[in-house]
Nanobody
């Protein structure tokens, strides 16, 4: 059973940074595409950033140039460095693990990010 545990959320002032981490249990991290999604109150969950096994990345237009996704396969961990945060970035952020070739993916429990002065 795969478990994903996010950390690093919290309250931050506009313009500030925050780094999220997601640690995956098990041995399939290395064969998985990893993603960060977010869901604001009353809105649908949306993709924030994704990183492939080979390290290719893609980002939502709203976070390009401000957020950076990275992965450390030795630590089974994916990170989301968030800079220049805006109030509209406020949401619950979820980690997603999608093993290549599997018809199944996994979600973390989510971590709250609140951007407010």
């Amino acid at each position: 059973q795969v478990q994903l545990v996010e950390s690093g959320g919290g309250l931050v002032q506009p313009g500030g940074p925050l780094r999220l981490s997601c640690v995956a249990s098990g041995s399939i991290f290395k064969i998985s595409v990893m993603g960060w999604y977010r869901q604001a109150l009353g809105k649908q969950r949306e993709l924030v950033a994704r990183i492939t096994i080979g390290g290719s990345t893609n980002y939502a237009d709203s976070v390009k140039g401000r957020f950076t996704i990275s992965r450390d396969n030795a630590k089974n961990t994916v990170y989301l460095q968030m800079n220049s945060l805006k109030p509209e970035d406020t949401a619950v952020y979820y980690c997603n693990l999608a093993p290549t070739g599997w018809n199944k993916d996994y979600w973390g429990q989510g971590t709250q990010v609140t951007v407010s002065s």
